[in-house]
């Protein structure tokens, strides 16, 4: 079950660089998950083209008929309204008016053959294959990785989804990998055309936002049966979004940690909270500003504080489902703040120990099967436990879409049922409505709606 609200945040609210970023954590993590030993990289195996995958016996049917699998993958894929298309509309929405006029404000030339743009917007190997084409948008092999060594495992007979791994398909069943996949593009990477910097936001790209959970509920194009649970691990929701609030931590770590974290005389402000400045000013000397102070980040005013919106989710998790690690993943997390005003060797230092602290809890989610009232005890910590840190727009909206997630997880587990959810929906929707334009966002305002939505949640356990 999906909230309404939670998908039109996604579509029309916050964008999620739906329109302009679809595509497809230490220094491996930016480059992309671990390869199993024997198998072909990802990242270098030859792409086919997603003609490869459209036969009728494959996934090219017209219906969901398939003994296995659904089998009309392809048409979903191709989805010209839903969002479940919007992966194959990637590259033609490089030339509607405002991809055209990004390029232009960046002085690129043609989006649509920009490396700067493809990298996420197509596949970045198009031209290697007769069948890979720039106008494909973002095919099947941008996600599961190029075809050409495991794809005749994956049609033979007796095939395991373990024989397609061990030559080079990317295990998105596990919530870390598909994490580490899907970030590279809605977060970035250190590969080319694979980062939003603050220059291309400046000129008009979307905010990038993230939510592993949401995003493979709007992607999905499959199954998750019992045949699905006997072929791969049984899916969580909640261990996949816990997963996934750490997967973006250490991304954004690694990335700032590399080359990307500077931008000529100043750090790259793409990591940085962007409603810490992009406040309203006035010279009048009755006005007062509409910074509020959080205690999550020790920063003096009127320095831009490091996005937190993963970091506030993950204590949350944290500490609910592990206590001792989650106190030290806070300690680190204040010192990481703290270190970014003394330089940038102070700030390295304290990322590599955050990253340590993060990685660790993400192991710890990973393995971990979420009850019911563990997931209601996270409904709490996320809208009262986290309520003085809501102070920028960017978490509030996170947060908004965690209480959604996990509503939606009791609902499917049978915790709470369709009608009572549906009961409640209308304060869930009222804290969306709180986070629907950035430019009118009050913090006080957001943490009553939160408080009443998680509130009437708990009430359902």
Request: hydrophobic share 45%; glycine share 10%; proline share 6%.
């Amino acid at each position: 079950m999906v909230g309404f609200g939670r998908i039109a945040l996604w579509v029309t609210t916050i964008a999620l660089a739906v329109t302009l970023v679809l595509g497809a954590f230490h220094q491996r993590a930016v480059a992309g998950p671990a390869v199993p030993a024997g198998a072909a990289s990802p990242e270098d195996a030859r792409h086919l083209g997603v003609g490869s995958c459209a036969g009728s016996t494959c996934h090219g049917r017209q219906e969901a008929t398939g003994a296995v699998v659904r089998q009309d993958e392809l048409m979903r894929w191709q989805d010209p309204a839903s969002p479940a298309g919007a992966h194959s509309r990637a590259w033609t929405v490089l030339n509607a008016p405002r991809g055209r006029a990004i390029a232009a404000r960046l002085g690129i030339g043609d989006p649509g053959s920009s490396a700067s743009c493809i990298g996420c917007h197509a596949d970045p190997m198009a031209g290697t294959s007769p069948g890979v084409r720039l106008a494909d948008g973002v095919g099947c092999e941008a996600c599961h990785g190029g075809a050409a060594g495991w794809i005749a495992s994956h049609a033979a007979v007796g095939g395991t989804h373990a024989d397609n791994v061990r030559r080079g398909m990317v295990a998105l069943d596990d919530p870390r990998t598909r994490a580490s996949r899907c970030l590279d593009c809605h977060f970035g990477s250190d590969r080319p055309g694979q980062f939003v910097d603050h220059r291309i936001m400046a000129a008009g790209h979307p905010r990038i936002s993230f939510e592993l959970d949401l995003f493979s509920t709007i992607q999905q194009h499959w199954n998750e049966d019992a045949d699905y649970a006997r072929r791969k691990r049984r899916p969580s929701a909640v261990r996949t979004w816990a997963v996934g609030q750490a997967a973006a931590l250490t991304r954004a770590l690694a990335t700032f940690s590399g080359p990307r974290g500077t931008a000529g005389a100043f750090p790259e402000f793409y990591f940085f909270d962007c409603h810490s400045c992009h406040r309203r000013i006035s010279d009048d000397a009755g006005y007062r500003p509409a910074a509020v102070s959080n205690p999550g980040r020790p920063v003096p005013p009127g320095t831009p504080p490091f996005q937190d919106e993963n970091i506030i989710m993950l204590s949350a998790a944290a500490q609910v489902v592990a206590p001792a690690a989650g106190a030290r993943f806070d300690r680190d997390s204040r010192a990481f703040h703290a270190a970014l005003t003394q330089g940038r060797p102070q700030a390295l230092a304290a990322a590599r120990t955050l990253w340590g602290s993060a990685d660790a809890l993400s192991a710890a989610f990973a393995a971990h099967a979420f009850g019911a009232s563990e997931t209601l005890a996270i409904v709490g910590a996320v809208a009262n436990g986290a309520a003085a840190r809501y102070t920028d727009y960017e978490a509030s909206v996170q947060a908004v879409m965690a209480v959604d997630t996990l509503l939606s997880a009791l609902v499917h587990d049978g915790t709470v049922s369709a009608d009572a959810a549906a009961g409640i929906r209308a304060e869930v929707n009222r804290a969306y409505a709180a986070t629907r334009d950035p430019n009118a966002y009050r913090p006080l305002e957001f943490r009553a709606a939160i408080a009443r939505a998680g509130a009437a949640i708990r009430r359902l356990g």
